[in-house]
């Protein structure tokens, strides 16, 4: 009788862990979540012991020791850097030795890897991200992954929720100026934030840490009541967002001499939400690249972990 070989993908965040527990066929077995898991945050050792942990409560549920994982494959946010990878894989084999649980095979990869994988079950597919930060991700027929973007707030995260508020915050800093004729976004970030002045947008943008993205959805509203300022901040950022797209789909043309559609999904709150500014961005990638078709994602980022963990099995094994 071959002996039963079991995976585990793990989607962990700043917010929450998610882990799923499968056979090497795909088939889900057990599913649990945790807290955060974001290391960057809470550090290495706080991360793995939130990760062994769910690693253990699966493996409880199944029937099955840790020791029978043949692979476990943890995407994280933080983790897109070849050495933070190495810092957490070292940091999760530690804990499984400290617990002797007989974890052995880890692998880390960064949250939206597993987020690609999962959203076109393996298959070539681009995925655009934008939350508070920014990037795409591709897979292309070969199976290689090409990204675009991803450069952090000061370099570009262009279409991120965090540019958008502080495009917003620009546009309000001009109008009570004089420099500029009056904006809507003024008068919303007034009502929401008391930003009623040059003081007090100063004291809390440099003072007080301000979470800048807050002002994106101020923006976003003030565009769906026609104003000019937020509908130009939109279009620049839907834009940017849309340049991502386009390289990406170069990338999966060249990879393949077939002209099928390529699916594109998006994943971050700034672009998922139901908005006027998701209706301009899909309505500008479609346009402009007619060979993409805008789906949902086919499956969470925590079974595209338990995809790789079966790759990484099956090529173990030949």
Same mark, same amino acid.
């Given at each position: 009788?071959?002996?039963?070989?079991?995976?585990?993908?793990?989607?962990?965040?700043?917010?929450?862990?998610?882990?799923?527990?499968?056979?090497?066929?795909?088939?889900?077995?057990?599913?649990?979540?945790?807290? %955060?898991?974001?290391?960057?945050?809470?550090?290495?050792?706080?991360?793995?012991?939130?990760?062994?942990?769910?690693?253990?409560?699966?493996?409880?549920?199944?029937?099955?020791? %840790?020791?029978?994982?043949?692979?476990?494959?943890?995407?994280?946010?933080?983790?897109?850097?070849?050495?933070?990878?190495?810092?957490?894989? $070292?940091?999760?084999?530690?804990?499984?030795?400290?617990?002797?649980?007989?974890?052995?095979?880890?692998?880390?990869?960064?949250?939206?890897?597993?987020?690609l994988e999962g959203a076109f079950r393996g298959k070539p597919g681009?995925?655009?991200?934008?939350?508070?930060?920014?990037f795409a991700l591709a897979k292309d027929h070969k199976g290689v992954?090409?990204?675009?973007?991803?450069?952090?707030?000061?370099?570009?995260?262009?279409?991120?929720?965090?540019?958008?508020?502080?495009?917003?915050?620009?546009?309000?800093?001009?109008?009570?100026?004089?420099?500029?004729?009056?904006?809507?976004?003024?008068?919303?970030?007034?009502?929401? $934030?008391? $930003?009623?002045?040059?003081?007090?947008?100063?004291?809390?943008?440099?003072?007080?840490? $301000?979470?800048?993205?807050?002002?994106?959805?101020?923006?976003?509203?003030?565009?769906?009541?026609?104003?000019?300022?937020?509908?130009?901040?939109?279009?620049?950022?839907?834009?940017?967002?849309?340049?991502?797209?386009?390289?990406?789909?170069?990338?999966?043309?060249?990879?393949?001499?077939?002209?099928?559609?390529? %699916?594109?999904?998006?994943?971050?709150?700034?672009?998922?939400?139901?908005?006027?500014?998701?209706?301009?961005?899909?309505?500008?990638?479609?346009?402009?690249?007619?060979?993409?078709?805008?789906?949902?994602?086919?499956? %969470?980022?925590a079974y595209g972990a338990v995809l790789l963990a079966i790759q990484?099995?099956?090529?173990?094994?030949?």
């Open positions: 009788m071959a002996k039963k070989q079991f995976v585990i993908g793990i989607d962990g965040g700043a917010t929450k862990t998610a882990a799923s527990l499968a056979d090497i066929n795909g088939n889900v077995l057990a599913e649990d979540t945790a807290g %955060p898991s974001n290391f960057q945050i809470i550090g290495t050792q706080r991360a793995s012991e939130v990760i062994i942990s769910l690693i253990e409560r699966c493996c409880d549920e199944v029937g099955c020791t %840790p020791n029978e994982i043949q692979m476990t494959v943890a995407g994280l946010t933080g983790a897109g850097r070849e050495g933070d990878k190495e810092r957490m894989k $070292f940091a999760v084999l530690e804990e499984a030795r400290r617990r002797k649980s007989g974890i052995s095979k880890v692998a880390i990869e960064s949250d939206g890897r597993i987020a681009i995925i655009l991200i934008a939350g508070t930060g920014s992954v090409h990204r675009v973007g991803g450069w952090g707030r000061i370099l570009g995260d262009e279409g991120s929720g965090y540019i958008i508020g502080r495009d917003g915050l620009n546009a309000v800093t001009k109008h009570l100026d004089g420099r500029t004729k009056a904006t809507l976004i003024t008068k919303l970030v007034a009502e929401r $934030f008391g $930003f009623v002045d040059q003081e007090a947008i100063i004291t809390a943008v440099y003072r007080e840490n $301000f979470d800048i993205a807050q002002v994106a959805p101020l923006v976003i509203e003030a565009a769906d009541k026609k104003d000019s300022e937020a509908a130009r901040i939109l279009n620049k950022a839907t834009f940017e967002l849309s340049e991502h797209v386009r390289v990406l789909v170069g990338k999966i043309e060249k990879s393949s001499h077939m002209r099928a559609k390529i %699916p594109l999904s998006f994943i971050g709150s700034t672009i998922t939400t139901e908005s006027v500014y998701k209706r301009i961005l899909e309505h500008k990638i479609t346009y402009s690249l007619p060979q993409v078709t805008i789906v949902a994602p086919q499956a %969470p980022p990484s099995v099956k090529s173990a094994y030949g």
